[in-house]
């Protein structure tokens, strides 16, 4: 995912140009004013009217133009200051005053996750001099136009793989109550039309402590590429409580966004996610992931094909159940070990419900490992 929010990079004269244009063209700061910035928050950017302003007093108006709550941080030069959450369709401000430097400017929200995702830009303050009627100096208009490209073209190509081989018991989740319906329930709150359908989860969905030990395996290795260009190759099977041999093969992912779901391009590599973030459901625990992918799979039931496109989310992520009877023990299981490997398994869109108990497959191997694959 890691291109989602990158620009295009100019070499040379393109840049000088580029930054050229942008200093004549602005005039951030009226003589003895305070600066004004606008902000705009959304899934998963923080864009601002100005990357470059004078130093001395700033008013920061941030609108938040997402789905879910984002809020807004500025930090840099010893001075770290947010707002409180902006909810979708307000805004907030928040005045500072700033002395010359670099400044990293990001939401909060989800510890590091909002900002992983993409929330995060930065903004140059400029000393007196500098920012006087005779314009920019060449060294800062570049360094203006590194900052407004978010990330180097290093970080936005870097291929990112890792390899997860599954261990530990194997359990089979069953459909039940979601142990942790207080903590989930203002989550809930935020995810409109989705809300009713996932009211209905808390009462009988797939995460329960109602589990039952089976036996399986299952080897993946996955490509973070970029916002199209992620790929998946692996197979589980297992043999769930009824007796039935399931089969599952991953050649390829699902990139299509939803709401308050993003898929990332398919695989997304270090996520912090779902619980009280609000990315994704908040019927499961607050987790870290070492891996998340999303991808269309071949299932077979005693060698025989059910569908070639059956929904597929994956995670190796840091433990929610606990030894013994492998019930969800925390509501926050962030800082938990990664080593949790969950495989979650639906009917492809308009396929019916899987002979299975709720019509799902969910199968947790509860002490996997990953490495980075050989190149
Ligand atoms: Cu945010």
Redesign the pocket.
Known sequence: MTAMHAIPFRTGAGVLLAALGLAASRAPRAPGGPAAVSAK?S??K?ELSEHTIAAGTVTFTIANA?S????FEVEGQGIEQETSVIQPGSSGTLTLTLKPGTYEVY????EA???K?G?ETHLKVLGAKAAGASGYGASEMSGSNMSEMGESPATAAKVQAIRVTSGGPVIQILPGPFPFPDSAAPILKQFGDEREGLESQVKNGPYSNNVTPISGTFTFTAWDKGAVRDSVDGVAEFATQDGARWKLVLDRVQTKDVPHHPRFGGVILGLYYHGNTAVHTPLVPTINSAVALWAFGHLYKNSALVTDNAMVHVMLLSRTRRDGDFALACWDCSKNKLEELQLQILPGPGEPKFDAPGGFLFVNWEQSSSKKPAS
């Open positions: 928050l899934e998963w923080v997402g879910i709550p984002h809020g939401c909060p929200v989800g996750s909002h900002k995702l929330m």
